[in-house]
């Protein structure tokens, strides 16, 4: 039984030591958000925050989040900073077929919480894990930077 | 894709603990971030193996200073070095390398210690770690030692790990008025492995170089360092007709292979580039001028 916290509520999900972070998010407990795309660690599709850090869940075991805080775009949906990304994306077309966007909005999330004022160079390092093949990356690093003006404008 | 398999997970929090595990269990295998060993879960023997996380372990993780010596725990993952300030001052290169490993995502979970004893030839955090000397702590239910980095690798995926034995803990002496720098070659310029590695150090003593080291990567089976180059040109005056001179001898320390990531011939040439740069920086943040 892994016991951990998923968008602030506690959880228990039976799952064996086989089974991914992603599986469990996805299969046992229905967090569709969190996408399965090369299960190497290489496309950042299957990112989520664990204790507030970028990782892909593809990589973790179940039992490895043990007492750990897990977060995906669904514990984000009020979140001020997160809101002002999902906009920027929707606005600066950012968003294509959408299957990157929730690692990619997790990421900059992270990016943004730790530092407002990011330079391109820095965005760049922050989403180099999240791999996207439809927008090619223009429109995603401008609403990075745009919702980085809006949380702080000075 | 096929799902793990193959596998149990135990999860110890005490290093004793661990080790008990690991001298006990038939097929056991050490496991810290797993981004280099988790998908290779799928294709597992039939005989299960009992990864024996060491994530739980305190002691194993983090960097310290401790009578003149840095000490980096196995599990400090690349983030963590690279928002050291200790290992920014007393190990630029080191500090450099963690940059360029994996992405932000792989940084977060991957640790020094795997890294190494993944013992790839292309292992970012190597070069540094050579040219600095650093030792690794051997540990198992007998008492522990000490060994030069150098001798942990044995070839490539091969380290000198015997069944009953984890890396421990790195550690290395800083010393005043020196500077290292590394420098690296990937297909492109983020989250992909190195085609070729390199990391100098180097001291000073006025305009002459007092101590000199050059760690090659990716261009043998195992990192190495380069002592012939290095003893041809400690005690030296520092000048870009010197760089030039180590640049070309370095070309002759490496022994590289064609494979996917690029050509021997490329890669001979660019171990000489990256000399040159990796000599400039170095002397640079050793206070020199050029």
Redo the contacts between chains.
Sequence with gaps: MVNFELNGADVYVEAP????LL?MLRVELGVKSVKKGC????C?AC?VL?DG????S????A??V?GRHVCTVEGLVDNPLMKELREAFMENGAVQCGFCTPGMLL?AY?LLSENRHPSEEEI???????ICRCTGYVAIIESILDAAERIAPD | MKPLNGFDLLRPPTLVGALEMMSTLDNSMPIAGGTDIVPTFRDLGSKPVHLIDLGLIEELNGIEEEDGKVLIGPTTTHAQVLASKILEEAAPALHDAARWIGSAQIRNRGTIGGNLCNASPAADSAPPLLVHDAQAHICSLEEGHWIPLQELFKGPKMTVLEKNEILGGLRFTPVKGAGSSFQRIGRRKGFTLSVVNVAVFTQRDGKKLKEVRIALGSVAPTPIRAPNVENKIRGRKMNEELIEEASAASIEEARPIDDVRGTAEYRRDMVGVLVKRAMREAWRRAGGEL
């Design positions: 030591a086989t089974m991914t599986d299960e190497q660690g290489e950042g990112t664990v850090y970028p990782m892909t593809c990589l973790i075991l039992p490895q043990e990421s992270a760049k390092t922050a989403i180099e894990g999240n």
